[in-house]
């Protein structure tokens, strides 16, 4: 951050000069947009959004790194109404995202996959629609995944598979629907649900026998 002769601060480019800090812009236009949706706080400006950050809050908590970008969200039961933003997808140093326990709807924005530092993406306990975006495959270093009690329809996409360090997989009480990807089997799991969904045999050798008994099959061929 260079100085000018007036006492002003001039900040790199894509940086924003706020409470005395240079900040990556475009990451405090993400977490406005976010807090924008609650109206459990006022949030008008960076100034609103940095003070949120820096509170001492089980309910929400940012963080950031030394170059001030965002690296670690928690925004849970914050009565967030509405979609997640697909400007979500320009906070690539995100390695935390947890917005659980909100009233979020609307489809997973595919940005979401350019998300790849994440080690954790929760999104449980909402009202989101629509398939799970198979961009989430992209997500080379995620360890846990939580899209659970939501109301996600669609196939289970073969791409989580890919997802060589996913330890925690909860996708239970959805509306999923067709055969569960065999590429599933690719990882060994800590915490595994898919149950209470409408996902059809036959199911992987990896998954347990009473598989279909946490299933609707009703529909199924």
């Known amino acids: 951050m260079d100085q000018v002769s007036n006492g002003e601060c001039v900040c790199p480019y894509g940086y924003t000069y706020v409470d005395n800090v240079c900040y990556y812009e475009s990451d405090l236009l993400v977490l406005k947009k976010l807090f924008e949706l609650s109206d459990s706080t006022s949030c008008t400006g960076y100034s609103d959004v940095l003070n949120l950050c820096s509170g001492t809050n089980t309910v929400y908590s940012c963080d ?42 609307g489809s997973i ?25 198979s961009e989430i495959g992209n997500m080379i270093n995620l360890k846990t995944l939580g899209l659970g009690r939501n109301q996600l329809t669609g196939s289970i996409p073969s791409e989580i598979g890919s997802l060589v360090n996913l330890k925690n997989l909860v996708l239970q009480s959805n509306q999923l629907t067709g055969i569960v990807p065999s590429s599933i089997c690719n990882n060994s799991y800590d915490m595994f649900d898919i149950g209470h969904n409408q996902l059809c045999p036959p199911y992987p050798e990896c998954l347990e026998s009473n598989t279909g008994n946490y299933q609707d099959i009703s529909n199924c061929p």
């Open 109 to 133: 924005p595919p940005e979401i996959g350019n998300l790849t530092n994440l080690t954790l993406l929760t999104l449980e306990d909402n009202q989101l629609t629509g398939s799970i975006p």
């Open 64 to 105: 950031f790194d030394t170059s001030q970008r965002v690296t670690s969200l928690l925004i849970m039961n914050f009565n967030l109404v509405g979609e997640i933003p697909s400007e979500i997808g320009s906070l690539t140093k995100l390695t935390y995202l947890y917005l659980g326990d909100n009233q979020l709807s």
